[in-house]
């Protein structure tokens, strides 16, 4: 197995959005709610602390890097969370 093959290949085949089509998932237009942080794009539609799209004074749909500094917690609460594709 050639790994330098493998990775390229797997980031060619991640699925890539736009602020745009970001804003779409944002809990109120597309029954997906997703949010984006540092590049990567989440799917935290399970999440019942993002119904309907918000989470204490946030709107998911977003890039939300910056307002994570402000946030009581650190960026591990994604890891239980699908990343579904990259920012673009
Ligand atoms: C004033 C700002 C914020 C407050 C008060 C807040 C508060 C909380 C609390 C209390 C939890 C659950 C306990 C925990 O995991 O520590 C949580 C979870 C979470 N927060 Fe925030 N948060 C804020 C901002 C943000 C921002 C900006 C993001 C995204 C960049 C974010 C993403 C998440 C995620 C993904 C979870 C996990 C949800 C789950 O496990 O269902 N939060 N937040």
């Given amino acids: 197995m050639n790994y330098k093959i493998k990775a390229f ?5 991640e699925a890539k959005y736009t602020l745009q089509q970001l804003a779409l998932r944002n809990g109120q237009d597309k029954p997906e709610i997703w949010v ?7 799917d935290v539609s399970e999440s019942r602390l993002w119904r309907n ?9 977003q890039d939300l890097s910056e307002e994570l500094k402000d946030a009581p917690h650190t960026e591990s609460v994604f ?10």
């Fill in 79 to 88: 890891q239980k969370f699908k990343q579904v594709g990259v920012l673009v």
């Fill in 9 to 13: 290949q797997t980031s060619q085949m």
């Fill in 53 to 61: 799209g918000k989470h204490y004074e946030h709107w998911a749909g």
């Fill in 36 to 42: 984006a942080y540092l590049g990567k794009i989440y």
